[in-house]
T-cell receptor, first 116, second 115 residues
């Protein structure tokens, strides 16, 4: 069974600074997706960034980028130029690439606080 | 497109009662899955449906059940409620076939409180 581990329950960063959230996972599959989801206090889970395991290039979305190390099974999220609106719970998640498996395996989450 | 819609948003029940939660996926999405979110256990997978068929089920007791209708709308039911069933229940939908990207789109959730 796949597992996802986020070792940082809480993180804080000054506005405009850069922060990195850590995530490691365990799987025996070779093809899968990795995600970072953001859950603001309003509760709706929003996709931040997505990485396909077969792609070696790290995904980027504006101020958000990942460091995907497939051999090490590591998938960290870097947020540059942090903004107050980035404050939320961040969840790392794994999903098999097989379309018949919609199941997401989540990490425990990291609560990110942005200090003005 | 409208997002994933879950109803009701909040509900309070007492132990022993049953509850039904509803989820309408994004138009065109045929895959729907459900998750339970609690402070202690985090986000746990309940089950997933595709074309009215349950494809996968998480490690939850038989009191938790679900179904999907021909229009892809889904319901989940919890019978004989226990205090530990208090949680935020999230529904998610995704594309399938050539539109598949792997992403799940979540609703705002249904907050269930069991007294």
């Amino acid at each position: 069974a796949q597992t996802v581990t986020q070792s940082q329950p809480e993180m804080s960063v000054q506005e405009a600074e850069t922060v990195t959230l850590s995530c490691t996972y365990d799987t025996s599959e070779s093809d899968y997706y990795l995600f970072w989801y953001k859950q603001p206090p309003s509760r709706q889970m929003i996709l931040v960034i997505r990485q396909e395991a077969y792609k070696q290039q790290n995904a980027t979305e504006n101020r958000f980028s990942v460091n995907f190390q497939k051999a090490a099974k590591s998938f960290s999220l870097k947020i540059s130029d942090s903004q107050l609106g980035d404050a939320a719970m961040y969840f790392c998640a794994y999903r098999s690439a097989w379309q018949g498996a919609q199941k997401l395996v989540f990490g425990q989450g990291t609560r990110l606080t942005i200090n003005p | 497109k409208a997002g994933v819609t879950q109803t009701p948003r909040y509900l309070i029940k007492t132990r022993g009662q049953q509850v039904t939660l509803s989820c309408s996926p994004i138009s065109g999405h045929r895959s729907v899955s459900w998750y339970q979110q609690t402070p202690g256990q985090g986000l746990q997978f309940l089950f997933e449906y595709f074309s009215e068929t349950q494809r996968n089920k998480g490690n939850f007791p038989g009191r938790f059940s679900g179904r999907q209708f021909s229009n892809s709308r889904s319901e989940m039911n919890v019978s004989t409620l226990e205090l530990g069933d208090s949680a935020l229940y999230l529904c998610a939908s995704s594309e399938s076939g050539t539109q598949f990207t792997g992403e799940l789109f979540f609703g705002e959730g249904s907050r269930l409180t069991v007294l």
